[in-house]
């Protein structure tokens, strides 16, 4: 036992001794969630437009202005001709332009109709059909105003209810997420480069003919990174609640609980391919090939499962993250108790009992 | 390296692309109607023909239907209570709720734009069917709004998709490959016997970049012609003038990994330090989501983030055709910059020397 502590002992030197790997160890999640919660935005917001307005009449003076003060558009130019519409956007310059047709106020008053044409810079089509939706939004806010007296009859009244999330906030999606990609960096990415250095020196046949048990020596190995993973851990859900406001509506017992688990998953996968690898730089490739890329991609982190075409979505089965992502939102946001996910508890936990003991059949063939 | 090089670009535009879609369709619905009237009916009906939803459930208690989106089983619940129709001929109001699980805020406020707009549609048409003895004189004022979307009508995200892809891949070669391959020398010690060679510090210099150079610009072409080929990108703008930008982008970016090896001494660190800016960078950027929508000061950051810039020009070209003179300023400010970086790298390079 004592060897064991002392070799535990050991372990934690090695990391606290390389400076600046543990800066980024623990620079890199406190800058991930400040990214994803400031930068990577999906909202509108202060987007740049321009107005061809060929009325100029009170109306359309009125509209521009509703639609200006409404905080999601900035008025970048007023055009005066058709002509530099397309000039404006090869500029890169605004998203969206809007043309009042003539005697604008006269065609609502009279003909009690007049046309609006919004043309949107649709080389980012996701802002641009967001763009749309909300400027279009405004207009029909003003058009309803002004019939306010009319009341059609029969007619549906939807109440909309935006569940778990009535601010549409885009971090409360992101954090979630960016938890999953850390825990399993740190976890599984220093893990195998931590086994597979030892290998690359050869200093892990020393550790062999040492009296230590295989089992100590993995253990051993992977006990600072599930102390480094829960400090993390625990570093994100602080970042999100006290700096995001992100809701922790479920029991945090069952948050740690399954925390753990998911860092045991990634732990495991570690040991796996370090198993594989020999060398840093493999142990490398595979981390950012097998791990990264599917973590931030597959798991529906950013981009929504159900959009993805079929194939790719019966890729994200074997994918871990993806039940953890789910788990964290759930728990997280939704309030949901253990028994609404269990499957997904039961995938993961099933995914670290095949990656343990996969490893353990690769590493006694190692031995001999 | 040549696997590295063909096959992962082909993998990484196969699988990113198709995965990083924001497009929506298929809204998973759940429909709890305790009216079952025929107006009831025909407003789900509304709901099935429409694309984005997909009706896959309907059931009689809204508790089972709530605990549905509690499991991710289901996106939007369509509610109708009893006595809908009664009300909407009596009262003239009809009342239905609509729950959408907003945790993914931005596919919550599309979903929602999608309903409405169907309930709108079929307000129009039962005014149409029953509301013709009780209209009134003056009709009420509407503006008629034409949408168009120009440079990607079809609103195909993937055209937005394969530049940013692109963007990335060119860019993990310039930085990347440079800095492990010249830190690889100096773990390694050969870079004492380059050192003894009478070879000139800047033909060492140029030496080292000038392969990944070429090897860079060539993996853009290939990218392209992937893309045009499997994607149907297509491309509005001038090819060489966007080889002209991406040349001097890459003087920045071998610059930088010139810079990273000064400053690290083993592979490892390289690694760890490329990771950690390429990911603050590259995410910064705009590749996903919109520069717009980012605060004021990541904007400001964004003016020194030369993916920013890259990421900016090749969509301009590839898809709005922007010319030589819409692309002048970044065009300066690019050269700008590989000049500061490229000598600032080759001044901290004579120090290790």
């Not at chain 2, 079809?154 to 310039?174: A, D, E, R, T």
Request: net charge positive.
């Amino acid at each position: 036992m004592n060897s064991f502590t002392g070799f535990v002992k050991k372990e934690f030197l090695h990391i606290l001794r390389d400076f600046r790997t543990l800066i980024i160890l623990f620079g890199l999640p406190i800058a991930q969630i400040l990214i994803f919660g400031y930068v990577i935005r999906n909202e509108i917001d202060d987007v740049r437009i321009a107005v061809l307005d060929y009325s100029k009449d009170d109306v359309t003076l009125e509209l521009t202005n509703k639609i200006i003060s409404s905080g999601f558009f900035l008025l970048y130019e007023n055009l005066t001709n058709e002509a530099s519409v397309e000039k404006i956007f090869r500029k890169g310059k605004v998203k969206e332009v809007i043309i009042f047709e003539k005697n604008f106020a006269e065609r609502l008053e009279r003909d009690r109709t007049a046309s609006v044409q919004l043309i949107a810079d649709a080389s980012d089509p996701n802002s641009a059909s967001l763009v749309v939706n909300y400027t279009n939004g405004i207009l029909f806010d003003y058009v309803k105003k002004q019939n306010s007296g009319f009341n059609p009859p029969f007619k549906i009244v939807p109440e909309t209810r935006m569940m778990f999330n009535p601010g549409l906030k885009s971090v409360f999606m992101f954090v979630p997420g960016t938890m999953a990609l850390i825990l399993m960096l740190v976890s599984a990415m220093m893990t195998s480069i931590s086994i597979a250095r030892e290998k690359e020196m050869g200093t892990m046949e020393v550790l062999l003919v040492s009296p230590l048990r295989p089992i100590q020596i993995i253990v051993g190995k992977v006990m600072p990174y599930v102390l480094l993973s829960c400090i993390n851990a625990v570093v994100i859900i602080a970042l999100g609640y006290f700096v995001f406001q992100l809701p922790i509506r479920g029991s945090l017992i069952v948050l740690f609980g399954e925390t753990i688990l998911f860092i045991s998953l990634a732990l495991s996968l570690g040991i796996l391919i370090s198993t594989m690898a020999n060398s840093q730089q493999v142990a490398m490739f595979i981390s950012i090939f097998a791990l990264m890329l599917p973590t931030i991609l597959l798991s529906g982190f950013i981009f929504p499962i159900e959009n993805m075409p079929k194939i790719l979505q019966w890729l994200t089965y074997i994918v871990p993250p993806r039940y953890f992502v789910e788990i964290l939102r759930s728990v997280m946001l939704k309030g949901t108790g253990i028994i609404n996910i269990w499957p997904q508890t039961t995938v993961l936990l099933a995914m670290t009992i095949i990656f343990i003991g996969l490893s353990a059949l690769k590493f006694k063939t190692r031995l001999e | 390296m040549l696997p590295i090089i063909f096959i992962v670009p082909i993998v990484q535009l196969l699988i990113l692309v198709n995965a990083a879609t924001m497009e929506m369709k298929h809204i998973d619905m759940e429909v709890v109607d305790l009216d079952l009237s025929p107006t009831s009916r025909k407003l789900i009906n509304k709901f099935m023909g429409s694309p984005f939803f997909d009706i896959h459930k309907s059931g009689f208690s809204i508790n089972q239907a709530k605990v549905d989106l509690l499991e991710n089983k289901t996106q939007i619940i369509l509610y109708i209570p009893l006595d809908f129709e009664k009300r909407l001929y009596k009262e003239n109001k009809g009342e239905v709720q609509i729950l959408i699980d907003a945790v993914n805020g931005m596919t919550a406020s599309l979903a929602n734009v999608y309903s409405q707009s169907v309930i709108s549609d079929f307000n129009s048409e039962l005014l149409a069917k029953k509301g013709t003895n009780v209209l009134i004189n003056t009709r009420p004022k509407s503006i008629t709004v034409e949408n168009s979307y120009w440079y990607n009508p079809q609103l195909n995200f993937k055209f937005y998709m394969v530049p940013g892809i692109l963007v990335i891949l060119v860019s993990m070669i310039g930085v990347f490959l440079t800095a492990i391959n010249i830190v690889r020398e100096k773990e390694i010690g050969t870079i004492e016997q380059v050192n003894v060679t009478p070879i000139k510090k800047y033909q060492f210099i140029a030496g080292k970049l000038v392969p990944f150079w070429i090897i860079a610009m060539f993996e853009l072409g290939f990218g392209l012609v992937v893309g045009k080929l499997l994607f149907k990108l297509p491309i509005e703008g001038s090819i060489p003038l966007l080889n002209l930008f991406a040349a001097l982008y890459l003087l920045v970016l071998l610059g930088l990994g010139l810079l990273i090896s000064t400053i690290s001494d083993s592979q490892q660190q390289v690694m760890f330090l490329s990771f950690f800016f390429f990911i603050t960078f590259i995410l910064m950027s705009g590749v996903f989501t919109p520069e717009e929508s980012m605060p004021k000061w990541a904007q400001y950051v964004n003016s020194i983030n030369p993916f920013a810039y890259f990421m900016r020009v090749i969509r301009m070209i590839i898809l709005k055709g922007s010319g030589f003179m819409d692309i002048l300023k970044e065009l300066v400010s690019i050269t700008v910059f590989g000049i500061i970086v490229l000598s600032l790298a080759i001044w901290r390079y004579r120090k290790v020397v």
